[in-house]
């Protein structure tokens, strides 16, 4: 998914229309309906980081396709324990993990 597409679900949860996000991100009414009505654009991080901060998420939020309400218990003991490793180990850790979904 796109940043704007990710924007505008973002926006929709919420039922906020392009009006209210544009007031909550300090741009005007027109610059936010030419988000979504110009194909090509892409928004800047700028704009992204305003938008995190009015939807109340961070950037890695953002930029995950986890869904956090989704995430199952064993996931939640699998982050549990990677917390616990070592920062040397963890790309070792991440590299084991990949090569299981590989098979």
């Given at each position: 998914m796109d940043a704007k597409?990710?924007?505008d679900n973002l926006r929709i949860e919420r039922s906020w229309s392009l009006a209210?996000?544009?007031n909550e991100i300090g741009?005007?009414?027109?610059?936010?309906y030419s988000w979504f009505s110009?194909?090509?654009?892409?928004?800047?991080r700028k704009t992204i980081e305003a938008c995190c901060r009015v939807f109340g998420i961070t950037l890695a939020e953002f930029y995950s396709e986890i869904d956090i309400?989704?995430?199952t218990a064993k996931e939640v003991i699998l982050l549990e324990a990677f917390r616990l490793v070592p920062d040397i180990q963890k790309d070792q850790v991440i590299a084991i993990v990949k090569s299981f979904s590989e098979k």
């Open positions: 597409q990710k924007i209210k996000l544009a741009v005007s009414d027109t610059t936010v110009n194909k090509n654009y892409q928004p800047s309400n989704k995430v």
